[in-house]
Structures are given as structure tokens and as C-alpha cells.
């Protein structure tokens, strides 16, 4: 492989900023949906492809359907930024789907062919690094965009061309309705920038929002001792039907309030046996619930057993938006709410985005 870019290269990164509306501030920048899925970037001379991730690690052995779509429908010699998705559903109702896409970083060979034709990754692209023997890392955006379109006109799958606006009103609409599709938020770049490897030089305006959960239990930190015991974790629950569904964790505390948290979280600690995952407790493999305590192959042996605690207690956190039935990321503690019933905390409270039709923000046809 010899191009003008080369791997390893860190990709271009992003800062939040509050609203569409904020970056006013930055000049004329060009609106993109903020894909859920994994950051890629394709290095392609001839019939050699390297799918890189965002840490540089490779991501080629995993994709065999995206290379050999690069292969077929990407220029000869080209150098992008993307993302690798997995969507499914049916034509007009598909959202995509992140949990299914983190499937298949897996060891098997055989388990990734059989993904890989089950439930077949694509590529959007967003940006052009190189082309032939020309080099875009220093161009403008507005530069290396307009060659992106040139060089990926028509494409309709599974290598797309990922759509754009300068149009605020048209980035706000697209935060609020690609929602329903999966999509997580807006990107904006400013469009007189060059492209910075692992820099910030990226605008994101993410969803937030709050819900009332119940503290089910906890986990302590990795630097707890015996003499300075520490939380690392708090793990929620929402009621649903009658049972108390794990819906993800609480973490990103400072020493004080970890040291904290452990002292005053000590009267609600139970045994499993009383507990309302007493059912969960012995349990040994990944499931569909994501039970806490259970081993998957993203935890790589890692100690994830916990401290239930009597599911009397009520927080307050903010999240941005669900994957399946838990949180996407790490939910951030606001508030106790000693106010609230725990047995109120139900999925009802949590909001419910309208779907859409992903085929609108890829450029087919």
C-alpha cells in the first residue's frame, strides 16, 4: 500500500457545544448526522483495504462485506473518513443498531462470516483524506468535501455517501427526527478548517435528557482498599411488568464522593438472596438483559461483580438516548430524589423518539 496518507492515523475528533443554535459562533460550518456506530477509517490502494477504528486498531479481518464493497464501488485509490453501521428493520422503519454491530468484533472467523451475511455492516462516508496521489489533509473542508461528491457520486450501498447541510434549521430538524432512526445527535465542522488528526476541532450537540431511577446496587473502585473503601459504580433499575430491569450504571464521581457514597449507601446493603435479581445472582454468561455480574467478551474477565443494596432509593441522572432497553452510555448522577417512590420509576417516563426512515440521510438515488 502506498499513499498519500498512510495508517496509523488518528482521526479527527469532537467537542460538545449546547445547541445547533451555538455554533453561530464558529463561521460557516457544514452539518452531519452524528452516526452511532463505529468510527472508521478506510485506506484502499487497488484490492488492498485496511479498515482502521478510531484508536488505530484494525477493524479489516472483522468487515469482510465492507472491504470487498470498498473494493467494488470506492475509488481505486482513496483515503476516507466514515463510519461503519449495522441497520436493520424493515425498508422505511430501519434504525441502526449498535448493539449488533459490536457483535462482530469477534474472534471466530466463522462466527464473524456468518454475522457478516446475517447482518451486514455498511460504510458512510463524510470525509476525504486522499484521492489518487493527492493528499487533503491541509485543503479546507469545503474543498475536500466537494471532491468527496465528486469521487462517491451515486453511490447506493453498502458504501454510502453520508448527507450534509449549511442549513442551521435544517440540522436542528435532523437532531430531533434521525433520533427515531438511531442517530445520536449532530456533527459540525467548520468548513474553512483543514483536517486535525486527533484534534477537537469538531462541533457535537448531543441529546440530554433526565429519568428517576432506582439504585439496585453497586460496584466498588478498582483503587478501593479495606481501610478506603470507594464506589466505582452505581447500578440502576427501572420497573417494568413487575420486574426490576438492569438499565445501565452511574460512575464518573471524585475520590471524596466515591469515599462517600460507600459510607452512606452501608444501611441499604442486602443479601442477593433478598433482592430482586436474586434470580440473576448465580448467573454466569452474557443474556439479552445484560444482567450485572455477568461476563461478556467486552469485559474480558473482569471482575464485574456487585453489592446489591435494597432498591429503596431513587437518583436522578441524565442520559442521551437508549439502546435497546438501557442507557447507550454511562448516565450521570444529578440528584437523589427522596421524593419519589421507586416503584414509580417505570420505562413510561422515558421519551420515545419518532421513527425515521434512514434511507433520508444517506445519499441513495
Not at 452511532?36 to 478510531?54: I, M, N, P, Q
Not at 468535501?145 to 465528486?150: G, I, M, N
Not at 447507550?328 to 413510561?348: G, L
Request: net charge negative.
Amino acid at each position: 500500500m502506498d499513499l498519500p496518507v498512510m495508517p496509523p492515523l488518528l482521526p479527527m475528533l469532537a467537542k460538545p457545544i449546547a445547541s445547533v443554535a451555538a455554533t453561530a459562533k464558529h463561521g460557516e460550518v457544514l452539518f452531519e448526522p452524528k452516526w452511532d456506530g463505529f468510527r472508521c477509517l478506510v485506506f484502499k490502494d487497488g484490492d488492498d483495504v485496511e479498515l482502521a477504528s478510531r484508536n488505530t486498531k484494525p477493524l479489516t479481518r472483522y468487515f469482510p462485506e465492507v472491504v470487498a464493497a470498498a473494493r467494488k464501488q470506492l475509488p481505486d485509490r482513496c483515503v476516507l473518513d466514515g463510519e461503519l453501521f449495522v441497520a436493520l428493520g424493515e425498508p422505511g422503519s430501519q434504525r441502526l443498531e449498535f448493539e449488533v454491530l459490536q457483535e462482530r468484533i469477534h474472534p471466530a472467523k466463522s462466527r464473524v462470516a456468518k454475522l457478516s451475511e446475517e447482518t451486514p455492516a455498511g460504510f458512510a462516508a463524510f470525509d476525504l483524506l486522499a484521492l489518487g496521489d493527492t493528499g487533503y489533509l491541509d485543503r479546507p473542508l469545503r474543498e475536500r468535501r466537494d471532491a468527496l461528491e465528486s469521487a462517491l457520486a451515486g453511490l447506493d450501498g453498502p458504501c454510502f455517501l453520508s448527507r450534509v447541510t449549511t442549513d442551521p434549521d435544517t440540522a436542528q430538524a435532523w437532531f430531533h427526527e434521525l433520533e427515531g432512526a438511531g442517530f445520536d445527535g449532530v456533527i459540525a465542522k467548520p468548513l474553512d478548517a483543514v483536517y486535525q488528526p486527533n484534534v477537537r476541532a469538531m462541533l457535537k450537540i448531543k441529546h440530554a435528557r433526565t429519568a428517576d431511577v432506582v439504585l439496585c446496587g453497586y460496584r466498588e473502585h478498582k483503587t478501593s482498599t479495606a481501610e478506603n473503601p470507594l464506589i466505582g459504580s452505581l447500578l440502576l433499575g427501572l420497573w417494568h411488568d413487575g420486574a426490576l430491569q438492569h438499565i445501565g450504571v452511574s460512575a464518573s464521581f471524585t475520590a471524596k464522593r466515591r469515599a462517600e457514597l460507600w459510607h452512606e449507601l452501608q444501611p441499604l446493603v442486602c443479601s442477593i438472596d433478598e433482592h430482586p435479581w436474586a434470580a440473576w445472582g448465580a448467573a454466569a454468561i452474557a443474556n439479552p438483559d445484560r444482567v450485572p455480574g455477568t461476563q461478556s467478551r467486552w469485559s474480558a474477565g473482569k471482575d464485574l461483580s456487585f453489592t446489591p443494596v435494597r432498591p429503596e432509593r431513587v437518583l436522578e441522572v441524565g442520559y442521551d438516548h437508549m439502546e435497546g432497553r438501557r442507557f447507550r452510555h454511562t448516565a450521570q448522577f444529578k440528584r437523589w430524589r427522596e421524593d419519589r417512590d421507586p416503584t414509580s420509576c417505570t420505562y413510561e417516563q422515558l421519551e420515545e423518539p419518532a421513527s425515521y426512515d434512514l434511507a433520508k440521510i444517506l445519499s441513495i438515488g
